[in-house]
Nanobody
């Protein structure tokens, strides 16, 4: 079992900042890409930012220059620094991780894991 536990969402005024974090725990041999997605009411889930294990990043155009993704591989944790927040950033933010597990009986196994989501609300 692998779990992703998010924290750090909340209510903030437009122009403010938040820094949610997501910690992975459980049976993990290796963490590959980790990232953040979001889903606003009535909309599909969309990519916000991802980072590979060697630090390559990808951002949605709507957050470039305002959001920064980072990770602490020793802690299996990914962060999302969100600055200059706008009301349109309001959404449930989900952590995502691509995990490799290893067992002597089954060998290597890859799986994708999602967190439970953390609500970010930006007031105007």
């Amino acid at each position: 079992q692998v779990q992703l536990v998010e924290s750090g969402g909340g209510l903030v005024q437009a122009g403010g900042s938040l820094r949610p974090s997501c910690a992975a725990s459980g049976s993990i041999f290796r963490l590959n890409a980790m990232g953040w997605y979001r889903q606003a009411p009535g909309k599909q889930r969309e990519l916000v930012a991802t980072m590979t294990s060697i630090g390559r990043t990808q951002y949605a155009d709507s957050v470039k220059g305002r959001f920064t993704i980072s990770r602490d591989n020793a802690k299996n944790t990914v962060y999302l620094q969100m600055n200059s927040l706008k009301p349109e950033d309001t959404a449930v933010y989900y952590c995502n991780a691509h995990v490799v597990q290893y067992t002597t009986t089954d060998g290597y196994r890859s799986l994708e894991v999602w967190g439970q989501g953390t609500l970010v609300t930006v007031s105007s």
